[in-house]
C-alpha cells in the first residue's frame, strides 16, 4: 500500500516548526518525513537552513514513522564516513525507520566548502565511491579505503543498529538509475511526468534484476511539490513567491548561490510550473494528481505544500485527500 508522507522543507521553515508540523500531519493520516539537506535555501525568501541530521534526531523521538534525507551529497561538504556514522546512530536510536537518502549533490550546498565544483560524470564516480565506504562500515568490520577520491584509515563502526539501515538513491539519468538498482536498496526521485517516471521506474528495475534483485519489492519514494490554498490565486501567488525555484525547467546543480536562483525567478511566470508543480485551490484535483503516481508504482509520496499555510493544508489533505485515495 502507498503511503503519503511530509516532504519536510528545512530550507523554508524554522526547524522548531517543522517538528511541530510533522506531528500535526502524522496526526491527519501522513505516514514518514522526507527532510531536506540543505546548507542554503534556494531563494532569501525561503529563509532556514536548519541542519538535518540534527533536526532528525528530534524528529524521531516526536514522531513514529519513518524518516530520512532527501537527500545528502556525502561527497564535499561530509566525509562518506561522517553520513555513515550519523546514519548509524539514527538507525540504532529508532530501529527500523530511518533511512538514508544520498545524491551527487548540487552547488548550492555542497560548495560551501570552496574547491572545484566537478563535472556530473565525476560527481557521480564520487557518490558510487562514497556508497561504497558507507556500505564498508555498515557491516561492522575494521575496513579502510584507498579510491580515486576519497581516502580512509583502518576504522569501524561501534555503534550499528539492529535492523540495516537502508540506502534509498535519488537518480533521474540512465546510467545513475541502473547503478542504483544495482548496488541501492531503494530509488528516491522527484515528480515529473508520468511518461517520463515510467523511463525511470524502468531503468531502476533494469540495474535491479541484472543484481538478482526484485524491483518490485524495493521501496520507491516520490517527492511531490504542489500549492494549495484557500483560492487559486493565493496557490499561485505562493509558487511564485515561495518556490520559484520549482518553475524552472532546467539543471540547478550548478547554481551556487540564493541571490542567482532569485534573479532568475524574476523571470519566472505562473505557466512555467505546469507539468512541474500543481497549483490548484482544489482538493479533488490533488486527490487525482497523488493518485496518478500511486498507479504508477511509487511506494512513498512525500508531499511539500510550498505555501505558508502548512496547518491549514495538512488537516485539509488529511480530511479530503488522504482517505479517498485508492
Keep these: 500500500m502507498t503511503t503519503i508522507g511530509l516532504s519536510a522543507a528545512l530550507e523554508q521553515f524554522h526547524p522548531t516548526d517543522l517538528i511541530a508540523h510533522s506531528k500535526l500531519a502524522e496526526a491527519h493520516g501522513f505516514h514518514g518525513v522526507m527532510a531536506a539537506d540543505h546548507f542554503q535555501p534556494w531563494v532569501p525568501q525561503q529563509g532556514h537552513n536548519a541542519f538535518a541530521y540534527a533536526w532528525m534526531g528530534a524528529l524521531g523521538a516526536s514522531t513514529g514513522h519513518s524518516f530520512g534525507p532527501g537527500v545528502t551529497c556525502p561527497s564535499f561538504r561530509y566525509h562518506p564516513s561522517v553520513i555513515a556514522h550519523a546514519a548509524a546512530t539514527l538507525g540504532a536510536m529508532y530501529p527500523g525507520r530511518f533511512w538514508l537518502g544520498l545524491g551527487s ?18 560527481r557521480f564516480e564520487m557518490l558510487q565511491e562514497a556508497v561504497e565506504i558507507i556500505q564498508k562500515l555498515f557491516s561492522g568490520k575494521d575496513v579502510r579505503h584507498r579510491g580515486k577520491h576519497f581516502q580512509m584509515n583502518k576504522v569501524r563502526m561501534w555503534t550499528l543498529p539492529e535492523q540495516p539501515v537502508p540506502i534509498y538513491v535519488a537518480a533521474t539519468g540512465p546510467q545513475t538509475l541502473r547503478w ?34 526484485n524491483p518490485d519489492t524495493m521501496p520507491k519514494l516520490l517527492q511531490l511539490h504542489v500549492s ?9 501567488q505562493s509558487a511564485l513567491s515561495e518556490w520559484p525555484n520549482g518553475g524552472m525547467n532546467f539543471p540547478k546543480q550548478d547554481v551556487r548561490s540564493p541571490d542567482d ?20 485551490a482544489d482538493l479533488e484535483q490533488h486527490r487525482e ?38
Design 261 to 280: 536562483f532569485a534573479a532568475m525567478a524574476k523571470l519566472v511566470r505562473a505557466e512555467h510550473f505546469a507539468g512541474r508543480v500543481l497549483i490548484s
Design 180 to 213: 542504483a538498482g544495482k548496488v541501492c536498496d531503494g530509488l528516491i526521485t522527484p515528480g515529473a511526468s508520468h511518461e517520463k517516471l515510467k523511463g525511470i521506474l524502468e531503468n531502476f528495475a533494469q540495474g535491479a534484476r541484472a543484481a538478482g534483485k
Design 289 to 326: 494528481h497523488l493518485q496518478g503516481f500511486i498507479d504508477l508504482g511509487f511506494d512513498e509520496i512525500y508531499v511539500h505544500n510550498v505555501g505558508r499555510n502548512q496547518e491549514t493544508w495538512i488537516k485539509a489533505y488529511g480530511e479530503h485527500v488522504i482517505p479517498r485515495l485508492k
Design 228 to 236: 494549495w490554498a484557500e483560492s487559486d490565486a493565493e496557490a499561485m
Design 105 to 122: 549533490g548540487e552547488a548550492l550546498n555542497e560548495n560551501v566548502v570552496g574547491g572545484v565544483w566537478p563535472e556530473a560524470l565525476e
